[in-house]
């Protein structure tokens, strides 16, 4: 069971970059999948949801930027981030729960230049 997550790199500001999280041991359709967002002294923030229904949640901070969806076919959850800002420089994590264990992937860093 584990959740494989990649796609972070360095970009300027109003740039767009596209997050990916794998899953292998766990059927992301049947799932809710969530991507969040931790820099070191700060504290950790949940920026996007998709249930396994296919509804969404966005924090206030991304409503209108990002984007999550699913690709069942490839059992991969994406987050797409476009219009990206200083602020949004964090590591991104994925997480879901499976049969009651909460599963994380491994940070991606994600790093926004002015």
């Known amino acids: 069971v584990q959740l494989q997550a990649s796609g972070g790199g360095l970009v300027e500001a109003g740039e767009s970059l596209r997050l990916s999280c794998a899953a292998s041991?766990?059927?992301?359709?049947?799932?809710?999948v969530a991507w969040y967002r931790q820099a070191p002294d700060k504290k950790r923030e949940r920026v996007a949801l998709?249930?396994?229904?296919?509804?969404?949640e966005y924090a206030n901070s991304v409503e209108g930027r990002f984007t999550i969806s699913r690709d069942n076919g490839k059992n991969t959850v994406y987050l797409q981030m476009d219009g990206l800002k200083p602020e949004d420089t964090d590591v991104y994590y994925c997480?879901?729960?499976?049969?009651?264990?909460?599963?994380w992937g491994q940070g991606t860093q994600v790093t926004v230049s002015s």
């Open positions: 041991g766990i059927r992301l359709s049947r799932a809710a």
């Open positions: 998709i249930s396994s229904e296919g509804g969404t």
């Open positions: 997480n879901t729960q499976w049969f009651g264990d909460e599963v």
